[in-house]
C-alpha cells in the first residue's frame, strides 16, 4: 500500500514537473490519509474484505468484458491525475482555491460512501464474482441504490481534477465513470443469473446509481 501512495505522489509531480503543487500536495495528502483508515479499519475488523479488495486488476477478472474494462479503467485512472500534472506545468486551465478545497471535500464525501459500503458488504470485492457464501444486501447504502460503491467512487472521480486545480481533467473522469457504468450493468447482468434474490432486490430498489434518477 505504501509503495501505491508512492506511485500515485511521483505520476502526480512528475506530470507537473514541480513539487510547488499545493492542489497536488494536498489532493495527495487527503487520499493517502482515506487509504490508510479505510485499510488499517478493516485490517482489524473485516479482514477477509481486504483479502477480496486485494485480488484486483484485469488479471483477477475470470471474465474477458471485466478484464477490458478494469484494462481501461486502470488507464484512465492515471490520466485522471496525469493530465492535471501536466495542467499545471503548462497552465491550459485554472481552478480557484476554493473549489479546490470543496473537492477534496468532495473526494472525503466518496470516500465516507465506499466506507459504509463496505461495513455493510463483506463481499464487496474487487472482481465481479459470487462466492458459496454470499447472499444479496439490501441494507445501509444499498437500500438507496444498488451500486453505492460505484455512487461514491464518482463523486470522488470528478472532485479529483477540480482537488487539482484542473478543469482539463474532468474528461478523464467523466470517462471513467462511464467506464463504471459499463462494468455495473455487466455485473448486474451476472448477479441476476448467479446470486439468489438479486432479482427480487432489483425489483425493490430502483436506482442503481443516483437516488431518483438512475
Known sequence: MLQFQIFVAVIIFVSAWSLRFWQGWLFWLVFSVLVWWISLYF???????????????PSAE????????????IILAAALVVVPGLDHHFGWSSVSAPISLIADAMVVLGFAIIFQVFKANSFAASTIKVEAEQRVISTGPYAMVRH?????AS?????????????CGLPAALLLIAVLVVRLLD???????NLAGYDSYRSKVRFRLVPMIW
Request: proline share 6%; charged share 20%; net charge positive.
Open 148 to 152: 453505492p460503491m460505484y455512487s461514491g
Open 62 to 73: 475470470q471474465r474477458t468484458t471485466q478484464k477490458f474494462v478494469q484494462a481501461l479503467a
Open 155 to 167: 463523486i470522488a472521480l470528478i472532485a479529483t481534477p477540480l482537488a487539482l486545480g484542473s478543469l
Open 187 to 193: 455485473e448486474e447482468r451476472y448477479l441476476a443469473a
Open 43 to 57: 485490517l482489524r475488523h473485516d479482514p477477509d474484505l481486504i483479502a477480496r479488495r486485494m485480488k484486483a486488476g
